[in-house]
């Protein structure tokens, strides 16, 4: 039982970043825009946040910190969307040119900054937020050390914006809203929705969930960041796709390449992973060839429920 219960510990390092990720990457597109910029949202979140935590851990530490620091990451995603969101919107640019330039501005501005401020890249902080045991909830049987030992708060962020993204998308006016200026532009513009407002929010709800996901990915895997999130913004890219741009699904999908993950980087701790004959970079390769795999089978299988990265003028109709 403790390999298992470790198992499912590492699986939530991995697969809760990814699903905050791609649930916000799930906003944008449902609201007709192509969100490539994640990475690069989430190279910009991580790096204020942590840069905050480097600065204020002499002043306060623990939760309060942590809270504080996802308060930051959200800001900032939500503020860098922006420009997606207006060169997409507003200047109809191209969409995927316009993610890849911010994937390729965010870890170069946070480089270029690290070193400015601090003379080298590497933005070092202390993990004061680790949780061996929540009170109560950790002595639960079973569920306790499932879900409540060796954990951080950041997991119960996730799962949180997990639930209320599902409500949000499916069960509000909002979320009609959005749904319909992805999938039909032209009918919610025609019953009055502003196309604009509406996939301006998308974007920046993407931006707010991308900003957070860069920093619960770097705390619990690293005490340093160094301006990279290891290729999680296109790998949650890929759990939205595979996940069908559906509440339910992306949530199965990001445990899923969790559990690839894990297996990954943590096989040595696993018995009977760590006696097969097989080379640490077959272990690293495994994510991404599962990756290929899902998407060779889901793009055959299905297709997006939205019209993705639909054109809007609104003097068209």
Not at 283 to 301: D, E, F, G, H
Request: glycine content about 10%; overall charge positive.
């Amino acid at each position: 039982m403790d390999i298992f219960y470790f198992i499912v510990q590492q699986t939530m390092f991995f697969a809760i970043p990814l699903l905050i990720v791609a649930l916000g990457g799930m906003f944008a597109e449902r609201s007709g825009v192509v969100n490539i910029a994640l990475e690069g949202i989430m190279v910009m979140g991580a790096f204020t946040s942590i840069f905050f935590i480097h600065f204020m851990q002499d002043k306060m530490s623990g939760q309060l910190l942590l809270i504080l620091a996802v308060l930051v990451a959200g800001l900032t995603g939500g503020i860098f969307s922006l420009l997606h969101a207006f060169a997409s919107i507003n200047l109809k640019a191209d969409q995927t040119i316009s993610g890849t330039a911010l994937n390729m501005f965010a870890p170069a501005f946070a480089i270029f900054t690290a070193r400015m401020i601090q003379t080298v890249q590497q933005v070092q902080f202390t993990d004061t937020f680790f949780i061996s045991k929540v009170p109560v909830l950790g002595s639960i049987p079973i569920i306790g050390p499932l879900l409540f030992r060796n954990c951080y708060i950041t997991t119960y962020i996730g799962i949180g914006i997990a639930i209320a993204a599902g409500i949000v998308i499916n069960h509000t006016r909002f979320g009609l809203r959005l749904r319909s200026c992805g999938e039909h532009p032209q009918a919610a513009d025609s019953v009055g929705i502003n196309v604009y407002k509406i996939r301006y929010a998308g974007v920046v709800i993407s931006g707010v969930l991308a900003g957070i996901g860069g920093l619960v990915f770097v705390v619990p895997t690293s005490t340093n960041f160094n301006a990279t999130v290891a290729g999680y913004g296109f790998l949650a890219l890929a759990v939205l796709i595979f996940g069908q741009w559906r509440t339910k699904r992306i949530i199965f999908a990001a445990f899923f390449f969790g559990i690839m993950k894990t297996f990954a980087s943590a096989y040595s701790g696993i018995p009977f992973l760590k006696g097969l004959p097989i080379s640490n970079e077959v272990y690293k390769m495994i994510p991404y060839i599962a990756t290929l795999v899902i998407l060779t089978i889901s793009s055959k299988s299905s297709q997006a429920p939205r019209a993705e990265g639909i054109p809007y003028d609104k003097g068209s109709r």
